[in-house]
């Protein structure tokens, strides 16, 4: 499969639909269940969702907050009167357009037993509020290289067994870190992933992100209901442009390669029910990518719902209950 999007910025890749509503606790699905089927809807749906999982200050948690680990991509999130003694770590990477702020009101659920860490794309200023540098050209930055960069300061940064947890790309993100630091014969516990595309459909998609215009960008991030900053031409929309046009060059630069590369440990998956971008199938495309078998979560929740209690809640106390 090979997507494209079209000229105007229409958005043709993700398939943007609805997911069936329902309510109620997360569902609970193993592998050859079909999860949330039936998609309906339009892509307005998408636009009209809030996802006030951009910035803490939007959802009343913390400041952006959080402290880079050296001069890499690696990042600790803040806790009041630290970590003394945790069980273990959790590398939290966020999704497209997303920074070191998306999950700044985890730390409170996954203390005292977990240490959270997230990690800063490329495209991002050195400080959180900077105006980030250009979006990665294809000789600058890759998401496998970016990966393996962010599996290596994982190694030098953190003693405690891993945990990871990625949303949406931060899924694609949080695999080959996983992959990476496997073959380094120091792999993570588990990997979560949460509203995301398979590795091989992130791999199938062509997104021409160094000829797309600003114009086409624009309208791609309503799409995707991923919330601009500021007025057209201020500082702050220039900077989340060029932080979501460098996203989608990572993803434009990433091949998963010609053979399976399933993980020695288990993962599992996390489904955005009212998700108006990722189709359901996707889900169950995530059994290849380990050994183990799939454990498949429908949250009652849209795809953008890292601030949401319906989806800290569940997630956290799976996260700690790993342990």
């Not at 949330?36 to 907050?65: E, H, K, W």
């Not at 070191?100 to 800063?120: I, K, Q, Y």
């Not at 086409?216 to 500082?235: M, Y």
Request: glycine letters at 14%.
């Amino acid at each position: 499969m090979s997507t494209r999007w079209a000229g105007s910025g229409e958005a043709s890749l993700f398939g943007l639909g609805r997911r069936g509503a329902g309510a109620g606790k997360p569902e609970v699905h193993r592998t050859g269940s079909r999860g949330q089927a039936g998609q309906a809807g339009q892509a307005g749906q998408a636009r009209r969702i809030r996802s006030a999982d951009r910035s803490g200050s939007d959802r009343g948690g913390d400041a952006v907050g959080g402290s880079a680990l050296s001069d890499g991509p690696l990042w600790e999130l803040p806790a009041g009167g630290g970590w003394p003694g945790p069980e273990a770590a959790v590398l939290l990477l966020p999704g497209v357009g997303g920074d070191v702020g998306d999950f700044s009101l985890w730390p409170r659920h996954l203390a005292p037993t977990l240490r959270p860490l997230t990690a800063r794309y490329p495209g991002r200023g050195a400080g959180p509020g900077e105006e980030p540098a250009a979006g990665p050209g294809p000789d600058r930055a890759d998401l496998a290289g970016f990966a393996a960069e962010l599996a290596d300061a994982v190694l030098f940064h953190t003693t405690e067994p891993l945990l990871i947890l990625g949303h949406s790309m931060g899924a694609l993100v949080g695999y080959e870190v996983a992959w990476h630091l496997q073959q380094r014969r120091r792999p993570a516990l588990a990997l979560h992933v949460c509203a995301a595309f398979s590795p091989p459909e992130y791999a199938s998609f062509d997104l021409n992100s160094g000829t797309m215009t600003d114009r086409s960008l624009t309208a791609l991030t309503g799409n995707l209901a991923i919330p601009l900053p500021g007025g057209t031409g201020t500082p702050e929309r220039g900077a989340m442009l060029r932080a979501v046009r460098a996203d989608l060059a990572l993803i434009d630069t990433y091949a998963y390669g010609p053979r399976p590369r399933p993980l020695a440990y288990p993962i599992t998956v996390w489904s955005a029910r009212d998700d108006a971008i990722i189709p359901a199938a996707s889900a169950q495309r995530w059994q290849s990518m380990t050994h183990h078998t799939l454990t498949h979560h429908t949250l009652p929740v849209p795809h953008h719902c890292v601030s949401s209690p319906l989806a800290i809640g569940p997630i956290s106390h799976a996260l700690r209950s790993s342990l």
